[in-house]
């Protein structure tokens, strides 16, 4: 039988214990506000259709995205970069941590901070797990001029890979 995932949710503790603790159902809501519904709904309509999946970006060039990796291999160069937590604040609100070196900012009102962002200095990305919220924050710099990049994995990527992480700064939740 020949089938075609359109979601997928892992389960398994590894995949929520550091973010939830014993907290499914957290895990799970979270989860589902970050759905992108539309592109869910695309993939069933295509898998519905033709039964194989096909992947394309609605904008017409795919917004630009680093590794964690390469995002490390630029901090280490010390050039002049800002790195954003575009993370929800329902849920930077519930964390403790952040990547070392970044600013948190809320998603839902970028127009109001990218008016204080310099000009001309590259702007990082992230969110839980590099995919709605980061992306949307990259597309919406990216429209008012930044070179912006969302961090593919987000949040959840960097500190697999044993990013630094700081305390963040209560004041900002």
């Known amino acids: 039988m020949d089938t075609v995932p359109v979601l997928a ?6 995949a929520y214990s550091l973010d939830f603790g014993a907290n499914a159902s957290a895990y799970i809501d979270a989860f589902m506000r970050n759905i992108d519904w539309t592109a869910a709904g695309d993939r069933l309509m295509e898998a519905g259709s033709r039964g194989l999946p096909r992947r394309e970006d609605t904008a017409d060039t795919p917004l630009p995205s680093v590794s964690v990796e390469e995002l490390s ?12 937590d575009a993370r929800p604040k329902h849920y930077f ?3 403790t941590e952040m990547m070392q070196g970044a600013i948190w900012r809320d998603p839902d009102r970028v127009d109001e901070w990218s008016k204080e962002l ?3 200095t590259p702007v990082f990305v992230y969110c ?3 995919y709605h919220v980061g992306c949307g924050v990259t597309a919406a710099l990216r429209e008012r001029g930044f070179d912006a990049k969302y961090i593919r994995g987000g949040l959840a990527a960097w500190y697999a890979a044993g990013g630094e992480r700081a305390l963040k700064p209560q004041s900002k939740a």
Request: aromatic letters at 8%.
């Open 93 to 95: 609100s519930r964390s």
């Open 128 to 130: 839980a797990y590099g």
């Open 73 to 84: 291999a630029e901090l280490a160069k010390g050039g002049r970069l800002q790195v954003l």
């Open 118 to 120: 310099p000009a001309g």
């Open 9 to 14: 949710l892992d389960m398994y503790e590894h």
